[in-house]
């Protein structure tokens, strides 16, 4: 079954797909610089995941210390706690009004799914869990996929069937008017 995002909004049993939102051919604007500001916004999110993890370890180490060691037991689901805050923060971004990290938002990127519709929270979860899968195990080949195609898509990308684009190039969305 697939979405018809036309004029009936109706779904159709058809067999028929969607084309994809974002052709490279007819809007080449969408995917240029992508590829770097991606790096940056990655790059901007880690230390973001990573500044309250520290914290937290210097919590429990503290923590440790004054509790005459008992607190070092905290260690144990530290790590833990950190995979699943980066899951969180991830899901929560992507899966929020603007379907971008923090980091790709200040380098002005924006993760759509192959057919145009906003990322949620799942998407976003498992888009941040794959990449780390895929980067532990082929590391260089997920970034090298990137720049051999024209929507600029890396491995994750393509299983996800999502894409990164430039927030401020797509067409805006009409926003509903305030009542206040």
């Known amino acids: 079954m697939s979405y018809d995002s ?3 909004g ?3 049993n058809d067999g028929g797909a969607q084309p994809h939102a974002y052709d490279p051919d007819l809007h ?3 995917f240029r610089g992508v590829a770097t500001r991606r ?7 880690l230390v973001i995941i990573s500044v309250p993890v520290i914290l937290g370890y210097i919590f429990i180490f503290v923590f440790g210390v004054v509790t ?3 607190g070092f037991l905290l260690f144990g689901i ?3 706690a950190s995979v699943v805050w980066a899951i969180v923060y991830y899901g929560a971004c992507i899966g929020g009004s603007s379907s971008a990290t923090i980091g790709m938002r200040l380098m002005d990127l924006e993760l759509r799914t192959w057919y145009g519709a906003p990322g949620y929270f799942v998407l976003g979860a498992t888009h941040a869990v794959l990449f780390w899968v895929t980067v532990s195990f082929l590391t260089p080949f997920v970034v090298l996929v990137g720049p051999f195609n024209g929507r600029r898509r890396l ?3 393509f299983v996800l069937g999502t894409v990164v684009i430039n927030n401020s190039v797509r067409a ?3 926003q509903a008017a305030r009542t206040w």
Not at 39 to 45: G, H, V
């Open 6 to 8: 036309g004029s009936s």
């Open 10 to 12: 109706v779904w159709r």
């Open 28 to 30: 080449p604007e969408l």
């Open 39 to 45: 790096a940056f916004a990655f790059l901007i999110d």
């Open 68 to 70: 005459l060691g008992v």
């Open 78 to 80: 530290a790590w833990p």
């Open 155 to 157: 491995l994750h990308d």
């Open 172 to 174: 805006p969305v009409p």
